[in-house]
């Protein structure tokens, strides 16, 4: 292919575009969730859950501060993160909150894997971007909680997830503007990537 | 001795053998399940065990041998090993046949089994190929699981098994099959992120491991059929219909390029818009320049907007009608010029194709017709609904005719055409000819002519009938085309004439035309012979014309088909213009079959059987006979009659003899009393010749008293005798020019004797009386006759017409009648002229007369018992009865015959 990009440049741009669009779906995924989670444990939006501990919070203050390493390692350190609090949320919901909801469950277990599908996405970027991607010692979540407290934590949990997995879809597209910037400096034809939400409902014509 | 151990031997080695299969095994081959690549190389080993060394005494490494069933392998394929192992080696195909055993040769005839094996045969699996996996969309979501299929190579004919591979870079998917796809299963297909799929194909023979797939699984996608929502037409634009449909998939998923496909309900034929005007990511498309009026079905299918993954399945088909236009083209309008009638007005017959359904862009309620004349400039103009209006028009003005079609939305262009007076085809047209012509199951039409003055061409053909000639259809055609292909459902056997019209400014020019069959058949019916004209050696036959609707093809030749019973058939062939024919060489008076068959290019139709007899005679032949005939038979007639004439006199002597009319005789002045005066006959000058015929004589005999009459004769001659000499011109001399009858001569014997041959005739009449009376009577009756005819006596005693057999029998009260009436009675009883007679006939008339008078005898003479008139009457002939019961006549005694002198006189009447 022709498109002036070396190979792994090609690599890491296309793993870019791949961890952005799983990032998008894991929002997406997550905030669908977020709602169901609430529905069903018949939770009110107007609770705080500031309570629960643990759980990386996605609100920055500095973010555009931080450089591209550094997002991205918080992007990584926070989808491992997640993954072990939303593994104990499918748990929970398994053994204590909604024992006979199998279908949740499966749902919990789809967005499970892709949260772990984005949590190595990332830490291959940091790879593919020379970066040491952070250990995955974390502390393990608090075990003991009442019934409610779980019940917050999984919302919480799916909250965050929704909000970094956006995050995370702001930082990669970023990345990937810089990528295609630096890179028509220095090779000729930029290859765009995907700006597809401006197409969206283009209407077009035919002559016969 | 001998005897007692060669009764042992078998006994000894059956308990051997016993112990040897009783116990275990002697030996095993190595490997003992082993499983072989074919066509390769297989080596086995057979072992014998040391327990059963001693039992063999022979050498086991020479009397060993290997079996593939019963098939022993060559030794040559043999390797000792040791002298208790021995292997073989075989290149191992499907044809060798389990088990593979080792044996061997006790005592040189005995064969035992140590060991067998079953050995497995096949390949090894080829490293899978061509791996594809596709992931399916479920609903709104991707699909859980992710097939997989691939290229498996040749059969390994064993047990394989296939393992599919899926592997992330954190994760890992497996599945196994023993076919050539699988389906992964997963919680949910990671996307956005590569995945590694690879197949591992294994059998006992080996393992293969196909080239590794890596594909982000968002790539092998393929997505449900988009669904359509909205199919909508805009009443303001009928060529215009606009689609919408969803994604398939959210957004966030993967975004999707589109294809779309139309037609027009009523076709199978999709009009695909081309992909680049549908590869951006759209949900709406407007299909535009559609036909009016006309129903639509459009369908969308998508992948992948970067192009990566499959082509979801077309959506289901949705339909709507664009809405109504007004007729976009102009009829196409013909005319069909009838001839004119006596006022000069005559038949035009306009003509128009309907609008096809792209033209008439919606229904087509009326058809406005408008007549113009160019001469007078009348005009009028009215709706009608059908496609075809018969105007009558006046032949000698020039009309233009303007048809124009509306719908709901407005009216068509105007179509129109100019009739020109009718010039009495004085003017020529255009088009010096035409050939048209069949071929390729198409008719094909070519022309020439002058196009300096055409506008465009008219090809217009219809069906020839005997009724006239009937308009198919007609197509336009543009002034530089001088062929075409008539689009028209053409039939075989139909003859069509085509004519080719040019048009000029709408007016429309003289035609040229030719008639032609799109495929010609063999005649319906064959010709039927109307006319023949028969001859003696030939015959002209002429057949009727068969009628154009039969007719199937252009006759190419009428063949004549003739044949006489027994001979073989001919034929002769005649051209087409001719309808008659003239066979020649034919026999007379000989009966033809005769059939005509017409042909054309298809083939011939034989007509109806004619059957002919040609005639005996040549016409005149007959003539050429007959006349001469008559002519001739003509000349022998004259020639007769002209000898008859100048013979007449002779001929009238022998063949007519007068006759004497007794009426006109003088005998009645003749004296009855004096005898001798008898001798003057007045009758003597009728016979002119004096010849005298002969005459024989004829004796009567009165019953059987000939005595008496013999008797009464003499005394009666005694009386007065007459010979014929002495009285030739009397009396008895008249009778020259009587009948042959013979009569009664009264002479001598020996007179009678001598003048037997050449004397008058005489008759005699023997008066008779009473019976018993014993005296002659005094008034005897003496009557002359001329005639040899017994007539007188008939004249004289009516008793004799009933003697000589009349049937009119009258008794006594009759009896009493006057001459006149006896005598005319007689004449017309027995005054009969005489037919001209011979001998032969006279000897009849002599047997008749004597059988008459035998027969009758008695009744004569009972008659007279009856009552006879008495002597004193003078008219009547008094016969003596009394001595004559019966009357015998006697040839041979013709001698005794007298003429009897007239007692009574004869009285002229």
Request: net charge neutral.
């Amino acid at each position: 292919m022709a498109t002036g990009f070396s190979d792994s440049e090609q690599a890491r741009r296309d793993h870019l575009s791949k961890a952005t669009s799983l990032a998008r779906k894991v929002h997406k995924d997550a905030k669908e969730m977020q709602e169901i989670y609430r529905q069903k444990q018949g939770l009110s939006e107007e609770f705080s859950y500031d309570e629960v501990d643990g759980i990386p919070s996605s609100g920055v203050s500095k973010w555009n501060e931080l450089s591209d390493e550094e997002r991205l390692r918080a992007n990584a350190s926070a989808f491992h993160s997640l993954h072990c609090f939303l593994g104990i949320v499918l748990k929970e919901q398994r053994e204590d909150l909604t024992p006979e909801d199998g279908e949740f469950h499966e749902a919990l277990l789809s967005l499970l894997a892709q949260v772990e599908t984005l949590a190595e996405s990332t830490k291959q970027l940091l790879l593919m971007f020379g970066h040491v991607p952070p250990s995955n010692g974390i502390s393990s979540p608090e075990q003991d909680l009442t019934y409610f407290k779980k019940k917050l934590r999984g919302y919480k949990v799916l909250l965050e997830l929704s909000t970094w997995a956006l995050r995370a879809t702001r930082d990669f597209t970023k990345l990937q503007k810089q990528s295609t910037r630096i890179t028509s400096t220095m090779a000729a034809p930029a290859m765009r990537s995907a700006s597809r939400q401006k197409n969206q409902k283009k209407r077009g014509g035919y002559g016969r | 001795m001998d005897m007692s151990l060669k009764q042992l031997v078998p006994v000894i080695l059956f308990l051997y053998l016993k112990n040897l299969s009783s116990g275990h095994s002697c030996g095993i081959i190595i490997p003992e399940s082993p499983s072989v690549e074919l066509n390769t190389e297989f080596t086995a080993t057979c072992i014998l065990f040391d327990h059963c060394k001693l039992q063999f005494k022979t050498s086991f490494a020479k009397d060993i041998f290997w079996k593939f069933k019963q098939h022993r392998v060559p030794r040559e394929q043999y390797r000792r090993i040791n002298d208790s192992a021995v292997s073989v080696t075989v290149n191992y195909t499907s044809e060798l046949e389990n088990p593979l055993t080792c044996n061997v040769l006790l005592y040189s005839q005995l064969e035992q089994n140590i060991y067998g094996i079953f050995i497995k045969s096949g390949f090894s699996p080829e490293k899978p190929s061509n791996l594809t996996c596709i992931l399916y969309q479920d609903n709104m979501e991707l699909s859980d699981s992710i097939s997989c299929s691939w290229t498996s190579g040749r059969p390994t004919l064993m047990p394989t098994v296939y393992t599919l591979k899926a592997e992330t870079s954190f994760n890992a998917f497996r599945n196994q099959t023993n076919s050539n796809s699988c389906e992964l299963k997963m919680v949910t297909v990671p996307i956005f992120v590569n995945m590694v799929f690879s197949v591992e194909a294994s059998n006992v023979l080996g393992i293969a491991v196909s080239d590794v797939l890596v594909s982000d699984p968002v790539y092998l996608v393929k997505p449900s059929p988009p669904v359509i929502k909205k199919f909508i037409a805009e009443n303001d634009f009928p060529n215009y219909l606009m689609v919408q449909w969803e994604h398939p998939l959210p957004s966030y998923i993967m975004l999707f390029k589109y294809n779309i496909r139309y037609r027009p309900k009523d076709t199978d034929v999709w009009t695909e818009i081309p992909e680049n005007d549908t590869s951006s990511y759209i949900q709406t498309f407007s299909l535009q320049d559609l036909s009016a009026d006309t129903k639509y079905g459009v369908s969308v299918r998508c992948m992948n907007s970067e192009g990566k993954g499959y082509w979801s399945d077309w959506s289901k088909e949705a339909f709507q009608i664009t809405p109504e236009a007004k007729p976009s083209k102009k009829l196409d309008i013909w005319r069909v010029i009838g001839p004119a009638d006596a006022s000069g007005k005559r038949i035009i017959e306009a003509v128009w194709k309907t609008l096809p359904h792209f033209s008439a862009n919606g229904v087509i309620k009326v058809y406005n017709v408008q007549v113009e004349s160019l001469k007078t400039k009348d005009f009028f103009s009215y709706n009608v609904t059908n496609t075809t209006e018969r105007l009558h028009l006046s032949e000698k003005e020039p009309y233009r005719i303007t048809i124009v079609a509306y719908n709901s939305k407005g009216k068509s262009p105007d179509a129109r055409i100019v009739i020109p007076e009718s010039n009495n085809n004085t003017e020529s047209s255009p088009v010096e000819s035409i050939v048209p012509n069949s071929l390729d199951g198409q008719m094909h039409v070519k022309w020439k002519a002058n196009t300096a003055r055409v506008t465009y061409f008219v090809v217009d053909w219809c069906v020839v009938s005997e009724k006239g000639c009937s308009l198919v259809s007609w197509q336009y055609e543009n002034k530089s085309s001088l062929q075409t292909i008539l689009k028209g459902d053409f039939k075989p056997g139909i003859r069509y004439r085509i004519s080719v019209c040019p048009v000029y400014k709408d007016i429309s020019k003289p035609c040229f035309a030719e008639e032609q069959y799109f495929q010609e058949n063999c005649p319906k019916v064959g010709p039927s012979i109307i006319k023949s004209k028969r001859e003696k050696n030939s015959v002209e036959l002429e057949w009727e014309l068969i009628s154009v609707d039969k007719l199937n093809g252009f006759i190419k030749n009428y063949t004549v088909f003739y044949k006489a019973a027994e001979e073989n058939e001919n034929s002769i062939t005649v051209e087409p213009q001719d309808r008659k024919v003239t066979l020649n060489s034919l026999s007379s008076n000989t009966m033809y079959i005769v059939h005509v068959m017409a042909s054309t290019s298809a083939g011939g139709t034989n007509g109806s059987q004619f059957t002919f007899t040609t005639l005996k005679y040549a016409p005149g032949e007959i003539e050429a006979i007959v006349v001469p005939v008559c002519l001739c038979f003509i000349f022998i007639v004259v020639i007769g009659m002209l000898f008859c004439f100048n013979k007449r006199e002779m001929i009238k002597k022998h063949v007519w003899p007068q006759v004497p009319d007794p009426w006109n005789s003088t005998i009645a002045n003749w004296l009855p009393n004096s005898p001798s005066q008898s001798n003057v006959s007045p009758k003597e000058p009728v016979c002119p010749e004096g010849s005298i015929t002969n005459f024989s004589v004829i004796e009567i005999g009165l019953c059987d008293s000939k005595s008496f009459t013999d008797e009464y004769n003499k005394d009666s001659l005694k009386k007065g005798k007459y010979t014929s000499d002495e009285h030739s011109s009397g009396i008895g001399g008249s009778s020259c020019m009587s009948s042959p009858r013979q009569s009664v001569s009264d002479s001598d014997e020996g007179d009678s004797a001598q003048t037997t041959s050449s004397t008058v005739q005489y008759s005699t009449v023997v008066p008779s009386n009473y019976r018993g009376q014993g005296h002659l009577p005094s008034s005897t009756v003496f009557s002359r006759s001329e005639s040899t005819q017994p007539l007188l006596d008939s004249e004289e005693r009516p008793e004799d017409q009933h003697s000589y057999g009349n049937i009119n029998t009258e008794n006594g009260e009759h009896l009493p009648q006057s001459i006149d009436q006896d005598t005319r009675k007689q004449k017309g009883s027995y005054f009969k002229r005489p037919k001209p007679i011979n001998e032969d006939s006279l000897l009849k008339l002599h047997q008749i007369e004597i059988a008459g008078q035998s027969s009758d005898s008695f009744k004569f003479c009972s008659t007279e018992d009856g009552g006879l008139p008495s002597s004193n009457d003078s008219d009547a002939l008094h016969v003596d009865s009394s001595t004559s019961p019966g009357m015998h006549m006697d040839l041979e005694s013709s001698e005794k015959m007298s003429y009897m002198p007239q007692l009574s006189g004869y009285r002229p009447q």
